[in-house]
């Protein structure tokens, strides 16, 4: 599959420098953003934006994940953990995509994400809180992998909209750790899905090389900013991004039941 309109460079660079800037702010792959302004803005259909999206996410996962790391930021062991689950999780999501009805599911995400979006502003984590990963924690971080790369598989949601809060309201994270950790678990999974969206033709990478080398120069202002606003501010301004993400899915879904 090939993308007819060859979007500007000037505008792919805009569109990367703003995912890379959320990006490193918000620990998050910037997917939830990129995606729908590729299909609204340069015509994109679903299934290309999306694979250009993951392709597009890798430099500015490793730029921001390395500013997070270089400031002691990064759960090492948890990152490893999710990684391992969300690289399998992923190729089941992938799989499963044209064999499960995903109306329930996708249903369930939203109630999911609209907990979050209530919880970040009455839950606000430590700063100094880390991750205590033993056997049984070491397991659950695989399993939550394993959850998010089906999901992201399933529904075109990125890893660290559903990582982050996870991290932090059940692992005990701080936001930056949880942030950090959620950046270095996407580069595994973008290379994967980049890998297996190339041989289905599902990515431009072109297009993919403007995005993700903007995003990069970006994504460390973002992971710095993080580290300056309080925790609660920045709990307030990430349940804005997923109440945006939560109102984008819900549209979807509605006017997708209407046809």
């Given at each position: 599959m090939?993308?007819?309109?060859?979007?500007?460079?000037?505008?792919?660079?805009?569109?990367?420098?703003?995912?890379g800037?959320?990006?490193g702010?918000?620990?998050?792959?910037?997917?939830?953003?990129?995606?729908?302004?590729l299909v609204?803005?340069?015509?994109f259909?679903q299934r290309l934006?999306?694979?250009?999206?993951?392709a597009?996410?890798l430099p500015a996962?490793v730029?921001?994940?390395?500013g997070y790391?270089?400031?002691?930021n990064?759960?090492?062991?948890?990152?490893?953990?999710?990684?391992a689950?969300i690289?399998?999780?992923?190729?089941?999501g992938?799989?499963?995509?044209?064999?499960v009805?995903?109306?329930?599911l996708r249903?369930?995400?939203?109630?999911?994400?609209?907990?979050?979006?209530?919880?970040?502003?009455?839950?606000?984590p430590q700063?100094?809180?880390?991750?205590?990963?033993?056997?049984?924690?070491?397991?659950?971080l695989?399993?939550?992998?394993?959850?998010?790369?089906?999901?992201?598989?399933?529904l075109?949601?990125?890893g660290?909209?559903?990582?982050?809060?996870?991290?932090?309201?059940f692992f005990?994270a701080?936001d930056?750790?949880?942030?950090?950790?959620?950046?270095?678990?996407?580069?595994?999974?973008?290379?994967s899905?980049?890998?297996?969206n190339?041989?289905?033709?599902?990515?431009d990478?072109r297009s993919?090389?403007v995005?993700g080398?903007?995003?990069?120069v970006?994504?460390?202002?973002?992971?710095?900013?993080?580290t300056?606003i309080?925790?609660?501010?920045s709990n307030?301004?990430?349940?804005l991004?997923l109440?945006?993400?939560?109102g984008q899915?819900l549209?979807k879904t509605l006017r997708?039941?209407?046809k």
């Amino acid at each position: 599959m090939t993308h007819s309109v060859r979007p500007s460079i000037l505008v792919l660079a805009l569109l990367g420098s703003a995912t890379g800037l959320l990006s490193g702010l918000f620990g998050i792959g910037g997917g939830v953003i990129l995606v729908p302004m590729l299909v609204m803005f340069l015509g994109f259909q679903q299934r290309l934006a999306a694979g250009t999206s993951v392709a597009a996410i890798l430099p500015a996962a490793v730029v921001g994940g390395i500013g997070y790391a270089v400031q002691g930021n990064v759960d090492w062991i948890a990152a490893a953990l999710l990684a391992a689950g969300i690289v399998v999780g992923a190729q089941i999501g992938s799989y499963l995509l044209s064999r499960v009805p995903t109306g329930l599911l996708r249903w369930m995400f939203m109630v999911f994400l609209l907990g979050v979006v209530v919880s970040l502003w009455f839950v606000v984590p430590q700063r100094d809180a880390a991750i205590d990963v033993t056997l049984l924690t070491g397991a659950l971080l695989v399993l939550t992998g394993l959850v998010t790369g089906v999901l992201s598989g399933l529904l075109g949601v990125g890893g660290g909209v559903i990582v982050v809060p996870v991290l932090m309201f059940f692992f005990g994270a701080s936001d930056l750790i949880a942030k950090g950790t959620s950046l270095i678990m996407l580069v595994p999974g973008s290379i994967s899905g980049t890998f297996g969206n190339a041989r289905r033709r599902n990515v431009d990478l072109r297009s993919a090389a403007v995005l993700g080398i903007a995003a990069s120069v970006l994504s460390p202002l973002g992971s710095v900013i993080a580290t300056r606003i309080p925790p609660f501010w920045s709990n307030a301004a990430f349940s804005l991004l997923l109440a945006f993400v939560l109102g984008q899915m819900l549209f979807k879904t509605l006017r997708g039941s209407k046809k």
